[in-house]
């Protein structure tokens, strides 16, 4: 179960990596902002997450459930929003296949929850 949680989440955060920037997301504003932020939180956590299993950072049951929670409540529906079609102007750095492979980017999102 938790190996599927975690292939999961890898997944989904792999489509949604490219998203993420360490300068002020290149003046993005409204829904690209708001999910290229979105994509930087599931990024920390699954970072945070990957140390404490592969033991480079110390396991911490309660921090595994914070993080657990911060993955899940940006899954399901509340990523799938901040991808409405027309969405992928500059500075958006989403990738295409996102739109033209949905139902797989939706079930993933979904797997988040």
Not at 24 to 46: F, I, T, Y
Not at 50 to 58: F, I, K, L
Not at 62 to 80: K, P, Q, Y
Request: charged share 25%; glycine share 8%; net charge negative.
């Amino acid at each position: 179960m938790k190996r599927k949680m975690i292939a999961a989440v890898a997944m989904a955060a792999a489509i949604g990596a490219g998203a993420t920037t360490a300068i002020a997301h290149g003046g993005a504003s409204g829904v690209v902002k708001e999910r290229m932020d979105s994509m930087e939180a599931l990024g920390d956590a699954m970072k945070e997450l990957t140390a404490m299993m592969r033991g480079q950072q110390d396991y911490g049951a309660e921090r595994v459930r914070s993080l657990a929670a911060t993955i899940e409540s940006h899954g399901g529906e509340a990523l799938t929003r901040l991808f409405p079609k027309d969405s992928l102007d500059h500075p958006s750095e989403a990738l295409p296949a996102i739109w033209s492979d949905w139902d797989r980017f939706s079930a993933l999102s979904d797997q988040l929850s």
